[in-house]
C-alpha cells in the first residue's frame, strides 16, 4: 500500500504525453454512510492498484461501528468520523481533508470500485502542470452509455444546468466544468487556495461535490476528465428515500441555485438565466400534465399523469425558491468569514 | 489545427462573399461539380459561372476541383447530394483536423469567434459543430433585408446540419452525420431554432452577429428563377405562389415584419435587419 508513498511514482502517459516521473503523492478519501458491505469491496480494490496511494482515509458519518469493523480489517487504512451524521457529505470530505500533505486528494465513493490502474490513469493529467482537477469515469452498467453524451461531458450550460455523462468512453482526456463525486480529484494547493471544502448541501447532498469546481472554473483554473480512470458504480442504497423520487428533486432543485450563486457569483448570468429555466422547466411539467389527459387511457392514469407532472412543478418551484433564501444565508455567512466565495 | 473546406459549385450567388469570408483560416478548398453542368435533378447548372467565380475569390491558390457525376433524375435527390458531399469531405479531410463545410451563399461574418468554437467542440471531444445561421429571405430596394425571426421580432436560428466536422466524418443525410457527437452553439441560452426540440441542447451561445449569415433568397430574379428549377426542393414547392410572395414581401418590407406576430408558420416570421456591408452588393 505505502510502495509509491514516498517516491516518485514512474507513470506511463499513453499518447498524450511523453513517459515522465513525477512526484505526486496521493490520499484517497472515501466519505460513507452506513454501507459497511460496499466499503469492504471498495476498500478491496483500492488495495489492488498499480500505483498505491500514500494514504487512504475512511470518514464515516453511520451511527453505529459496522464501518469501523470493517476498515479496521485493512491495515494502514485511516478511519475518522463525522459526528454531522447523514446528509453532510462535503463535511465528511473536508474532515477526510484535514491535516493532508500529499499533493494530489482523490475522492472515490464507497459504491465505486476502482479498476486496479485507476489511481495510475487518474494521475496521468497531472503531467501538464495547468491541470488543477481531474475527474474519471464512472460505469453504471447501462447499455450504451460509454457512447451517450461523448461532446458533452461536464458541462455548465448556458442555461445554468449541469450535462453529466460521466460514463462516456471518449477516445481522449476533455476539458469539462466539473466532475463526478464518486472518482474525481484535485490539488491539494488548490484547495487550500480556495478556501476548503464547504458545506451547504443537505438533504441529498446533490451539487456538493460540484462547487469545488465551478469556484475553480470561475478562477479559470483547468479541469479535465479522462474516460481512462474507471470506476464501476453499483449505485448503493440511498441513506433515506429514492433516487429520483420528490425529495431528491426537491433537494437537486435547491441545491442547484445554491451552487450557482454561491460557487458562480449572484453577478453570474447563470444565476439570472437558471430563473428563466426553472420556469420554463415548470410550465413543460405542467403541460406533460395536462397532455396526460388526452393522450392517457383511464381515469386513473389520467389522475396519475397530471397529478405527477403538477407535483413536479410545484416541487421544483419550492426547490428553487428555498435556494434563494439558502443561497442568501450562505452568501451572508462567507462574507462575515471574509470570503465571497 | 488544421482546416480545409469543401463546397459544392452549381449556385453562383455571394460566392465571393462566402469563401471569402473563410479564405483565411482554411489551408485548402475543395470544390465539387458535376462533370455535365448538371443539378441532382438532372437541370442545367450555372456550374462554370460558379467555377469562374471561384477561381476568382483564390488569390492564393487553396481551391482544389474535384470533377464527378452527381446528376440522376431517378434518384431522390438529397441522396445524390449527400454522396457528393461525402465525396469532397473526404477529398478535403486528407492532412486536416477538421473540415468546414458551408454553402456557398453563408458567410462567416466572425472567423475568430467560429475556429475559437471548432477548436471549443474538439476540446469537448464532440466531432461537429452546429453553429447558428441567420437566414436572410429578401433584400428590399432600400436595401434592408429581411430576416426569420421569432414571433415577436427576436432572434431565431436555423441549422442546415454541423457547418463544421472533424476529418473523417460519414455522414448521413446532406450535411447531417449520425454519428458524430455535436457541439452545439446557440444564439441564446435557450435552442433559438423551431425545427429543434425545445429543450435541444446549447452548449455555447454566440452574439447574433457572429453567426452565419444565410443569404438564402437574398437573389437576383433571375437567380430565384434558376433556384426554381434546380433546387433540390424544387419539386415539393409550389414555386409561382412562392416567387410571388417573395417579390411582394421584398417590394413591402415593413408590412411584412408587422405580420410576423399573426403568422402561425414559424419560418414565414419576418424583421427588418440592417448589414450596411452587404446593402450594396450584387448576389
Redesign the interface.
Given at each position: 500500500m505505502q510502495k509509491d508513498a514516498t517516491t516518485r511514482a514512474a507513470l506511463t502517459l499513453g499518447r498524450y504525453a511523453e513517459a515522465v516521473h513525477t512526484p505526486l503523492s496521493t490520499v484517497v478519501v472515501i466519505a460513507t454512510y452506513r454501507r459497511p458491505d460496499y466499503m469492504e469491496e471498495c476498500l478491496s480494490h483500492l488495495g489492488r492498484q498499480s500505483v498505491a496511494p500514500a494514504r487512504i482515509v475512511v470518514v464515516d458519518a453511520s451511527p453505529d461501528d459496522l464501518t469501523r469493523d470493517v476498515v479496521e480489517q485493512h491495515p494502514g487504512v485511516e478511519y475518522r468520523r463525522n459526528p454531522r451524521g447523514v446528509g453532510h457529505t462535503a463535511t465528511s470530505r473536508a474532515i477526510g481533508l484535514e491535516g493532508a500533505h500529499e499533493e494530489i486528494v482523490a475522492f472515490i465513493d464507497d459504491d465505486a470500485y476502482a479498476e486496479p490502474d485507476w489511481l495510475e490513469r487518474l494521475l496521468e493529467p497531472y503531467a501538464d502542470p495547468n491541470v488543477a482537477a481531474v475527474g474519471g469515469r464512472a460505469r453504471n452498467g447501462q447499455s450504451d452509455e460509454e457512447h451517450q453524451?461523448?461532446?458533452?461531458?461536464g458541462?455548465l450550460?448556458?442555461?445554468?444546468r449541469l450535462?453529466g455523462y460521466f460514463a462516456a468512453a471518449?477516445?481522449?482526456v476533455?476539458?469539462?466544468d466539473h466532475m463526478l463525486g464518486a472518482n474525481m480529484s484535485v490539488r491539494s494547493s488548490v484547495v487550500r487556495e480556495l478556501g476548503g471544502i464547504r458545506d451547504f448541501y443537505p438533504g441529498t447532498c446533490l451539487r456538493e461535490e460540484t462547487d469545488i469546481a465551478l469556484r475553480m472554473r470561475r478562477r479559470g483554473m483547468r479541469i479535465v476528465y479522462t474516460p481512462f480512470a474507471v470506476v464501476e458504480h453499483v449505485g448503493g442504497r440511498y441513506a433515506r428515500g429514492r433516487r429520483f423520487d420528490a425529495r431528491y428533486r426537491y433537494f437537486g432543485a435547491r441545491n442547484h441555485v445554491v451552487l450557482l450563486a454561491t460557487s458562480l457569483g449572484w453577478r453570474d448570468p447563470h444565476v439570472r438565466?437558471y430563473g428563466?429555466?426553472v420556469l420554463?422547466m415548470t410550465r413543460?411539467e405542467v403541460v406533460a400534465g395536462l397532455r396526460a389527459l388526452k393522450h392517457r387511457d383511464g381515469a386513473r392514469a389520467r389522475a396519475r399523469g397530471l397529478g405527477g407532472g403538477l407535483q413536479r412543478a410545484v416541487v421544483d418551484l419550492v426547490g428553487a425558491s428555498a435556494g434563494v433564501v439558502a443561497a442568501v444565508r450562505a452568501t451572508v455567512a462567507l462574507r462575515r468569514r471574509g470570503s465571497a466565495t | 489545427m488544421r482546416l480545409n473546406a469543401y463546397v459544392l459549385a452549381g449556385d453562383p450567388a455571394w460566392i465571393p462573399e462566402s469563401i471569402g469570408s473563410y479564405y483565411g483560416l482554411v489551408d485548402r478548398i475543395v470544390v465539387s461539380y458535376d462533370r455535365d453542368g448538371r443539378s441532382w435533378s438532372g437541370a442545367p447548372l450555372s456550374s462554370e459561372q460558379s467555377l469562374a467565380r471561384i477561381r476568382a475569390a483564390d488569390p492564393d491558390g487553396k481551391v482544389v476541383l474535384l470533377a464527378g457525376n452527381h446528376a440522376d433524375p431517378s434518384r431522390f435527390a438529397m441522396h445524390l447530394e449527400t454522396e457528393q458531399r461525402q465525396a469532397a469531405l473526404d477529398a478535403a479531410s486528407e492532412g486536416a483536423d477538421w473540415v468546414i463545410q458551408l454553402d456557398t451563399d453563408e458567410i462567416v461574418p466572425s472567423p475568430g469567434v467560429f475556429t475559437r468554437l471548432i477548436a471549443r467542440?474538439r476540446?469537448?471531444?464532440?466531432?461537429a459543430l452546429e453553429f447558428p445561421a441567420r437566414v436572410l429571405y429578401a433584400r428590399a430596394p432600400s436595401g434592408v433585408f429581411l430576416e426569420q425571426c421569432g414571433r415577436f421580432w427576436g432572434w431565431q436560428a436555423a441549422y442546415p446540419g454541423p457547418i463544421a466536422v472533424q476529418a473523417g466524418t460519414t455522414l448521413s443525410f446532406a450535411r447531417q452525420s449520425a454519428t458524430a457527437?455535436?457541439?452545439r452553439v446557440d444564439m441564446a441560452?435557450?435552442n433559438t431554432d423551431p425545427a429543434h426540440p425545445?429543450?435541444a441542447?446549447?452548449?455555447?451561445?454566440v452574439h447574433p452577429r457572429d453567426a452565419v449569415l444565410h443569404m438564402s433568397w437574398v437573389r437576383t430574379e433571375a437567380q430565384m428563377t434558376e433556384k426554381s428549377i434546380v433546387s433540390g426542393h424544387a419539386i415539393h414547392r409550389d414555386w409561382t405562389r412562392e416567387l410571388r410572395m417573395w417579390r411582394s414581401r421584398a417590394r413591402h418590407p415593413f408590412r411584412t415584419a408587422a405580420a410576423t406576430p399573426f403568422t402561425r408558420d414559424p419560418v414565414q416570421r419576418y424583421r427588418m435587419t440592417r448589414l450596411p456591408e452587404f446593402a450594396d452588393i450584387e448576389p
Open positions: 453524451g461523448i461532446g458533452e461531458i458541462l450550460l448556458p442555461d445554468g450535462t471518449p477516445d481522449r476533455v476539458v469539462v438565466i428563466g429555466t420554463r413543460r | 467542440a476540446e469537448h471531444a464532440a466531432e457527437p455535436l457541439y441560452p435557450w425545445r429543450w441542447p446549447v452548449h455555447e451561445v
